[in-house]
């Protein structure tokens, strides 16, 4: 797993397609995708790509998790546990690339829930940047290494 | 060569351009212009404009306020090698979007400003380009502040991708972004 961390509107998702050289087919919109989205995704690429299905294809081909952060806050209004949620996706899917908007670097917001979210989403990154093998900043387009 | 300088409110971006353009300057022999995007609108305005102007006395900057159409300060100055300080995208970009009975949409803002200071870019010795980090705070605001960040972001990016140099300044300290070429210019500290 690698992780992708930088401010709004910097170019995380753009860096990430050009780097490791993806589709956006690989693109998943803040959502953690289930097993069976991951196949049926796997075989529409497929009919439509005119391919074999190949059943090691899905560990092969990095998935793009994009707004980590926009699923984190929903998962949170739903009332739900969203570290449990990342540990079994990790489990399944350990070749992916995380991107997640730096969103801790303002004041201290007034609404609890949004200190809730700004925390846990902090807690949550400090968590995937030490499993992660990579991890890098983006700033206005460029990746800093910073693990 | 060009140079992009970033950095958080009071992070001493200013300081810190104000420096390294001095240093471009003197050793290209080129005459050293500060153009203000800056518009000033209060009391607190015009103090941050009076400790800018303090802090740059005795450095031989000539000022140009020239809060749109950045390209324009061209006309006003002389002619012979020029190293231009532009301080900064955050105001430019406002000023652009907001200027006028109505908000201008951020595709034409981006496309303006990037022409602007492109040709800057081209009639300069050396250009150093002053903006903000304003994007890490978490908050969706509304539809018209989240244009003018995303302008501001597509600006940073462009920009950053064609400077020599990007620098972040954390609490006064120049953190290289990318592009340091200790080759171009030995003795710019870092």
């Known amino acids: ?147 | 060569m060009m140079v992009l300088v970033l950095g958080g409110s009071g992070s001493g971006k200013s300081a810190y351009a104000e420096e390294l353009l001095c240093t471009l300057a003197g050793k290209s022999q080129t005459t050293k212009y500060y153009l203000a995007a800056m518009r000033v609108y209060d009391e607190e305005g015009t103090r941050k404009v009076e400790k800018h102007r303090e802090r740059r006395k005795g450095k031989g900057f000539l000022t140009i306020e020239q809060p749109v159409r950045i390209e324009d300060a061209l006309f006003q100055m002389k002619s012979g090698g020029k190293s231009v300080l532009l301080e900064c995208i955050s105001n430019l970009t406002a000023n652009e979007m907001f200027t006028g009975t109505q908000i201008r949409p951020k595709e034409a803002v981006t496309a303006c400003i990037l022409r602007g200071v492109s040709q800057l870019m081209r009639e300069t010795a050396h250009l150093v380009v002053v903006s903000g980090n304003v994007f890490e705070d978490g908050i969706v605001y509304n539809r018209t502040t989240m244009d003018y960040i995303y302008a501001m972001g597509e600006i940073n990016r462009q920009l950053a991708a064609c400077a020599d140099r990007v620098v972040e300044v954390v609490a006064g300290i120049p953190v290289p972004v990318r592009g340091v070429n200790p080759e171009a210019v030995p003795d710019v500290p870092f």
């Open chain 1, 1 to 147: 797993m690698k992780l992708m961390i930088g401010g709004y509107a910097q170019g995380k998702l753009s860096y990430v397609l050009l780097k490791y050289q993806l589709s956006e087919d690989a693109v998943w919109d803040s959502v953690l995708p289930e097993e069976t989205e991951l196949r049926r995704k796997q075989r529409m690429h497929c009919v439509e790509h005119g391919v074999l299905p190949d059943q090691t294809a899905a560990s092969v081909e990095p998935i793009v998790v994009n707004h980590f952060h926009q699923w984190v806050r929903r998962r949170l209004s739903e009332g739900e546990c969203p570290e449990k949620d990342v540990q079994s996706f990790l489990n399944r899917c350990e070749n992916c690339i995380i991107i997640c908007d730096e969103i801790g670097n303002g004041i201290v917001p007034v609404d609890a829930f949004e200190r809730e979210y700004r925390e846990r989403t902090g807690r949550i990154l400090i968590r995937l940047a030490q499993e992660a093998e990579e991890v890098e900043r983006v700033i206005c387009g460029i990746g800093q290494r910073i693990k």
